[in-house]
């Protein structure tokens, strides 16, 4: 996790410790979910959190007028609670793939 968000860390630089406290790490990622580009620096000494991330593809079995998507789970059972995002050139794209 940088700065809150998960990340695949993809580049990491770790600095001497000086007069000013120990040792430090610069570590560089890229948002998972919105691909941008994210600095941190962190202690050596200290923890940092790592999300735990699993990739699940559904089919897709509706989009509703509404905009909600039913979607089938592997256990073939119907998911219906995922709503559209509100971005609309995004919920436009989504729709017309569908149609």
Do not use: R
Request: a negative charge; one cysteine or more.
């Amino acid at each position: 996790m940088l700065k809150g968000n998960p990340c695949k860390v993809i580049e990491t630089a770790v600095s001497k410790p000086g007069k000013h406290g120990s040792a430090k790490i610069h570590v560089t990622g890229i948002d998972i979910f919105t691909n941008k580009k994210i600095d941190d620096i962190f202690s050596t000494a200290g923890t940092a959190w790592a999300p735990n991330v699993t990739k699940v593809e559904y089919e897709v079995a509706d989009i509703s007028d509404d905009g909600f998507v039913s979607l089938i789970e592997k256990d073939n059972t119907l998911k219906e609670d995922i709503k559209l995002p509100a971005d609309a050139e995004i919920n436009e794209m989504l729709q017309k793939c569908w149609d």
